[in-house]
């Protein structure tokens, strides 16, 4: 192991040098978080035989015993934050967000996750046929569902319909226009991982129908991070063309088509 003093993290040619030069396959960055994440993320690429960087804190310093660590008795009980408290009172921001502030943090994420469905908009989208706009889901193999997204807060469903399709089919806004609302919604509980990745039970949507006042030309689905293609379906064939996860609710939309 070799001990590189990084006293300047963003002006640090010597060091950078220093550790190309030693070649090492693991290297462990000690500059505290998230100095150490950004650092890693910044100068990583410099390091093509770096098969492992990890932040470690100040975890050398109690190997080293540079850092006298909490007698037996308080890490037993799991209050070693306490003892460092103690000693270095400068540190109570961080040991509060690191205890406190993390454990409320983490109540709320399991209490959304049992009881909170997070709110969703999905657009039905018309062309001048009178055909209904299908995208390809990037996520999932010959996935084809009407365009949707989460309503982020401070945002009026109607609001949120507009920006999500124009972000997933990459149009300019103007050519969007809400026919009305639906009144149905639909709700639904997301698998485990789901809830996990989203911090929510399940997902409840409002549909809209919406006009399409432009051209196959004045969609760019390059821009979009969710979609990879798009086609337009008669209304009496969506169902066939929609992933069978979605056509249960698309049943009771497009009966409104009409």
């Known amino acids: 192991m070799n001990d590189i003093d990084i006293k300047?993290?963003?002006?640090?040619?010597?060091v950078l040098n220093e550790i190309i030069a030693f070649a090492p396959e693991i290297l462990f960055v000690s500059l505290g978080a998230p100095a150490q994440e950004f650092w890693i993320n910044k100068y990583l690429k410099f390091f093509p035989i770096v098969r492992i960087a990890m932040g470690v804190g100040g975890s050398f310093d109690f190997l080293t015993e540079k850092i006298k660590r909490a007698p037996k008795i308080m890490r037993d009980l799991g209050v070693e934050w306490l003892y460092r408290l103690y000693k270095e009172p400068k540190r109570l921001k961080r040991i509060k967000n690191a205890t406190a502030d993390f454990l409320l943090a983490c109540h709320r994420w399991s209490e959304r996750i049992k009881n909170d469905f997070r709110m969703n908009a999905l657009g039905v989208i018309i062309n001048k046929d009178g055909k209904l706009l299908l995208i390809k889901n990037k996520r999932f193999?010959?996935?084809w569902q009407f365009p949707q997204g989460g309503i982020e807060a401070g945002e009026t469903a109607e609001q949120a319909v507009i920006r999500e399709i124009s972000e997933e089919i990459g149009c300019d806004t103007k050519l969007l226009r809400i026919i009305r609302r639906m009144d149905e919604t639909n709700k639904y509980v997301w698998p485990s991982y789901g809830q996990l990745l989203k911090g929510y039970k399940g997902q409840q949507q409002t549909a809209f129908v919406l006009e399409f006042n432009g051209n196959d030309s004045d969609?760019?689905?390059?821009k979009s991070s969710e979609a990879e293609d798009f086609k337009w379906v008669a209304k009496d064939d969506v169902l066939n063309e929609l992933h069978?996860?979605?056509?249960?609710f698309a049943q009771d939309i497009i009966r409104h088509l009409d």
């Open 8 to 14: 300047a993290p963003n002006d640090c040619d010597d």
């Open 141 to 143: 193999k010959d996935h």
């Open 219 to 222: 969609i760019d689905m390059r």
């Open 244 to 248: 069978r996860d979605r056509r249960q």
